[in-house]
C-alpha cells in the first residue's frame, strides 16, 4: 500500500515537472500578448495627450515672443485654469470603463445610451466649470501679480474660460472611441489641431492676414476656436464612422435613466479630485520652493518639466489599462482582468525605469537645454535624481488608478491621494525643505514619498479586488 501511494506520488509529482515548460511558456504566451494590445492602445493615446501639451508649449513659444509680462501671464492662468480643467477631464473619463464594460459583455447598445448619458454629464460639468473659470478672473488681482501681468491674465482668461464647453464635449466622443478601443481618431485631430492652433496663433497674436495683433489674448482666441473644430470634427466623424454604427452612437436623451447618470458622476467626480489633488499638490510644491528663492523655483520648472513629458507617455499605459480591464470584466473574466492590470503596471514601472537611468546619466545634459546659469544646473541635476526615484512610483500610480477605475473603484484612491499627498507628501516636503535646509530637494523628496505610498498601495489595492475572483 505504501509502494502504491509513493508510486502514485512520484507520477504526480513527474507528470507536473513534465508539464512546467508548457506552463510557463502559455503564460508567457498570454503575457506578450497583453503587452502587445495595451502597447497598441495606449500609443495612440499617449500621442494624444502630448498634442495636448505640445498646443500649450507652442502658444507659450509664440506669446513668448512679445514680451515678459505675456508670457507671465500665460503660465499663471494656464496653470489656474488646468487645476480647474482636470476635474473635468477626470468627470469625462467615467465613461470609458462602463463603456468597454459593455462591449465586453456584449450589450452594444448600451455603449451608446452611456455616450448620452455621459453628454448631458459632461456638458453640465462644463458650464458649472465656464463659470467657475471666467469666476477666476475677479481672483487674479488679488494674487499679488505686477500690475502688467494681471492686465494681460485678464481678458486672457475670460476668453480661455469659453473652451471649457467645446473639451468636454470632445473628451465625451474621445472617451467613447476609446472604451470601444478606437483610439487613433481623436490622436488624430488633436495632432491635426497643433498645426491649426499654430496657424491661428500666427494670425491673432501677430496680427497677419489683416488681423489685428492681439497679443495674449489672441492666443487665448486661437485656443478656443480651435477647440470648438475639434469638438465639432469628432463628433462628425463619430456620426459617420460605419465601424461604431452598431454601438448607436446618436445622441437620444428622451428618456434619462437617473441611476447611470449617477453612476458616471459617482465614477467621474472622484477621478477629477482625485487629479485635483495632484495637481494641487505638485502646484503648492512650487509655491513652497518659490520662499525658498527664484534659482530654487527654476531648477524645480526644468525638472517638472522634463518629468511632466515622461508622465503624458505613461498617462496613455493608464487608459489602456482602464480600457482593458474593463473590457475584461465585462466578459466576466476575471484571470484576464488580472493579466491586463499588472501587465499595465509592469510596462509603466519598466518604461519609467528607463527614463529615471536616463534621468540620472543625463542629468546635466537635460538642464543644459533649459538655462545656463550654473547654480540652477547644479539644484536641477540634484532634483532630477530625486525625479528618477520617483518615475517608477509616478508610473505605478498613475496606471494604479487608471486599473482600478476598470474596475469602477475611484473612491479608495481618492482618499488615498488625499492622504499621501497632503496628509504625508506637502508636510514631510515642507519639514525637509526648511526645517532640515534641503530645500527644493527636501520638497521633492516629500513627493517622491507620497508618490510611493500611492503607487504602492494601490498596486496591493487592485491585487485585493481581483485576487478573490
Request: hydrophobic share 55%; net charge positive.
Amino acid at each position: 500500500m505504501i509502494f502504491f501511494s509513493l508510486a502514485n506520488s512520484g507520477a504526480f509529482l513527474f507528470s507536473k515537472i513534465l508539464t512546467l515548460p508548457l506552463t510557463f511558456l502559455k503564460k508567457t504566451l498570454q503575457i506578450k500578448e497583453h503587452i502587445k494590445e495595451t502597447v497598441k492602445l495606449a500609443i495612440p493615446i499617449s500621442f494624444g495627450q502630448l498634442g495636448h501639451v505640445m498646443m500649450g508649449v507652442v502658444d507659450s513659444m509664440m506669446v513668448g515672443r512679445i514680451g515678459t509680462a505675456q508670457l507671465a501671464a500665460s503660465a499663471l492662468v494656464n496653470g489656474l485654469f488646468f487645476l480647474v480643467l482636470v476635474i473635468g477631464i477626470g468627470v469625462s473619463m467615467a465613461a470609458t470603463p462602463l463603456i468597454s464594460m459593455a462591449k465586453g459583455a456584449q450589450k452594444f447598445d448600451d455603449c451608446g445610451k452611456t455616450l448620452s448619458h455621459s453628454l448631458v454629464v459632461n456638458f453640465s460639468f462644463s458650464i458649472i466649470l465656464t463659470v467657475l473659470t471666467f469666476g477666476m478672473t475677479y481672483v487674479i488681482p488679488h494674487l499679488n501679480q505686477p500690475k502688467e501681468v494681471v492686465a494681460e491674465a485678464i481678458p486672457f482668461m475670460q476668453v480661455l474660460s469659453f473652451s471649457v464647453i467645446p473639451f468636454m464635449l470632445f473628451q465625451s466622443y474621445r472617451q467613447f472611441l476609446e472604451g470601444l478601443s478606437i483610439p487613433n481618431p481623436p490622436m488624430v485631430i488633436v495632432l491635426l489641431a497643433n498645426l491649426l492652433n499654430a496657424f491661428l496663433n500666427w494670425i491673432f497674436i501677430y496680427g497677419n492676414f489683416g488681423a489685428p495683433s492681439l497679443g495674449l489674448f489672441g492666443s487665448g482666441i486661437s485656443t478656443t476656436v480651435t477647440r470648438w473644430i475639434m469638438a465639432f470634427a469628432l463628433i462628425l466623424f463619430v456620426i459617420n464612422y460605419k465601424k461604431v454604427k452598431q454601438y448607436n452612437p446618436r445622441i437620444s436623451i428622451s428618456s434619462l435613466d437617473i441611476s447611470l447618470i449617477r453612476k458616471l458622476i459617482s465614477i467621474g467626480l472622484p477621478s477629477g479630485f482625485q487629479y485635483f489633488l495632484e495637481v494641487g499638490a505638485f502646484g503648492f510644491a512650487a509655491i513652497m520652493i518659490g520662499w525658498i528663492g527664484s534659482h530654487q523655483l527654476a531648477a524645480h520648472q526644468i525638472a517638472i518639466n522634463l518629468a511632466s513629458i515622461t508622465y503624458m507617455i505613461i498617462l496613455g499605459i493608464s487608459a489602456a489599462g482602464t480600457i482593458r480591464v474593463g473590457g475584461f470584466l465585462g466578459e466576466n473574466n476575471w484571470i484576464k482582468v488580472r493579466y491586463a492590470g499588472f501587465t499595465s503596471l509592469g510596462i509603466s514601472v519598466a518604461i519609467m525605469f528607463c527614463f529615471g537611468i536616463s534621468f540620472i546619466i543625463f542629468k546635466t545634459t537635460l538642464t543644459k537645454f533649459y538655462v545656463n546659469d550654473s547654480e540652477v544646473i547644479s539644484i536641477a541635476s540634484q532634483l532630477l535624481i530625486v525625479a528618477a526615484l520617483f518615475q517608477i512610483f509616478d508610473g505605478m500610480q498613475a496606471t494604479g488608478v487608471g486599473i482600478l477605475r476598470g474596475l469602477s473603484d475611484v473612491k479608495v484612491p481618492l482618499v488615498i491621494s488625499l492622504f499621501a499627498y497632503w496628509i504625508i507628501g506637502i508636510p514631510v516636503g515642507a519639514l525637509l525643505g526648511f526645517y532640515f535646509k534641503l530645500g527644493a530637494v527636501g520638497v521633492w523628496i516629500g513627493l517622491l514619498i507620497g508618490l510611493a505610498l500611492i503607487g504602492i498601495t494601490l498596486l496591493f489595492r487592485f491585487r485585493y479586488k481581483t485576487k478573490h475572483h
